[in-house]
């Protein structure tokens, strides 16, 4: 069974580096699923999640407005600056407060899983000081590492690059394997130890572990819109232009009005962020006026968990959405849905689904397509065929997974040795990939 937070796992067990307890539920996605899956694969096994901000549950998010400035305070300074002061304020809290929780949950485990999720990726300093500092922690506890079903991007800065290349490049590294095939060609600019495998995002199982309620009878369908304030979307995207967050809401008008014009009822929601529940709480008066006000837009109140948002995402006939985790869950359950661009991993997913066509600019002058271009991808449907096969790839990695996990158990090697004399496959005693 998949592990609370912070124990420490039990003799060769499992820990999963990621941030499962973030605000934003999709990371939660992925860990639930990776955890759902190992322990599946592994019986007996007890996996643990630690999460990099040191989060030991879901709460519910503060106030938004201070993450928000953050992020353009961030944004605006030079990037110098930019890194040095995430540096100094991440590596006291690193020193003081993480690596010991880390240390304290990951005792006696005997195999570290880093993934999934966009954690290859220096935008700013975040993500490479927590794994540089985890790989570190997993070198001082002679544990095997695998790096599984990430998202990467190409390195920003010589000293991002350099804390990245400590986990992808470390002699314990045993398994290395991206999400999609633009994650696979950035992972192999780091020239990590390991050859790069594909293994897709583990939110793609998610009606294996939640499965779908029946959908009630409606008198007309039911599309969900997902609200992101615009602030992470200019942090984390590129070439998006800056606007204000008046701009911003009077296009999401612009989309509710014209989905209900095209005979469809609306859901507004969230991811869980705590930045997007601020935005879409300040702005939901106007969305839901639409039509008169006659009822044709609610807005839902924010999922407590996982599995609450899998099973909104679930329970629609289609979705809009900007953020990648709500248009996996609407792929996983076969729910029609149009991905609004911000980074490049948004077109990367679709495109290994084989549905680039449904990827939108949510710009002034394409908003005003995208009701029609969802009422298309309504009547094409998300292809069985297609999604069985997508399923199974992403069964078969974590098979993968597991077998790498249970080569270095079977040689003995999770508590002493040299992981360098497990480099991947077919040195573990597995037969070579086709």
């Known amino acids: 069974m998949p592990d609370t937070p912070h124990r420490p796992a039990a003799p060769d067990g499992i820990v999963l580096f990621n941030v499962k307890y973030s605000p934003n539920l999709g ?7 990776l955890e759902h899956g190992l322990a599946a694969r592994l019986p007996g096994t007890r996996v643990a999640s630690i999460d990099l901000a040191g989060r030991e549950a879901w709460l519910p998010p503060g106030d938004g407005r201070g993450r928000v400035r953050l992020l353009r305070t961030l944004q605006a300074l030079p990037a110098p600056l930019r890194d040095g002061a995430v540096g100094l304020a991440l590596g006291l809290r690193l020193r003081r407060r993480l690596v010991p929780a880390w240390r304290r949950a990951a005792r006696g485990a005997g195999f570290a899983v880093f993934g999934g999720g966009q954690l290859i990726q220096d ?10 500092a985890a790989i570190g ?16 991007s190409p390195s920003r800065s010589t000293l991002g690059g350099h804390l990245l290349r400590r986990l992808l490049a ?45 959908k009630p009878g409606r008198a007309r369908p039911l599309i969900g819109v997902g609200i992101t304030h615009p602030a992470p979307l200019h942090h984390h995207g590129a070439g998006l232009a800056r606007e204000t967050d008046a701009d911003a809401a009077e296009r999401y008008g612009r989309l509710v009005d014209g989905l209900v014009a095209q005979g469809l ?64 869950l609407a792929y996983a359950y076969r729910v029609p849905a149009i991905g609004l661009r ?32 969802l009422a298309e991808a309504m009547r094409a449907g998300v292809d069985p065929v297609r999604h069985a096969s997508v399923v199974g790839e992403t069964e078969g990695a974590l098979d993968r997974l ?33």
């Open 27 to 33: 990371d939660g996605v992925i860990a639930a699923c």
């Open 170 to 214: 470390s002699p314990r590294l045993v398994h290395l394997s991206a999400r999609d095939a633009a994650s696979r060609d950035s992972l192999a600019g780091y020239r990590p130890s390991q050859p790069v495998d594909l293994a897709r995002d583990p939110g793609l199982l998610a009606a294996g572990l939640w499965p779908a309620a029946a």
């Open 265 to 328: 009822d609306v859901a507004l929601f969230t991811n869980g962020a705590a930045e997007d529940e601020d935005f879409l709480t300040a702005h939901a008066a106007r969305l839901c006026a639409a039509a008169g006000g006659d009822g044709r837009v609610a807005r839902l109140p924010r999922a407590a968990d996982p599995a609450a948002l899998a099973r909104r995402v679930a329970g629609l006939d289609g979705l809009v959405a900007h953020r990648l985790h709500a248009i996996i």
């Open 342 to 373: 911000w980074d490049a991993k948004l077109d990367a997913f679709l495109r290994s689904v084989d549905a680039a066509d449904r990827a939108a600019d949510f710009d002034d002058a394409s908003v005003g397509e995208i009701p029609a271009r």
């Open 123 to 132: 935008g700013d300093l975040n993500f490479p000081l927590k794994l540089s």
């Open 402 to 434: 597991a077998e790498v996990i249970a080569a270095a158990r079977a040689l003995g090697r999770t508590r002493t040795g040299r992981t360098a004399d497990l480099p991947h496959g077919t040195a573990l005693g597995l037969p070579a990939r086709p």
């Open 137 to 152: 922690l997993c070198h001082a506890l002679a544990m095997p590492v695998a790096v599984y079903g990430v998202g990467a």
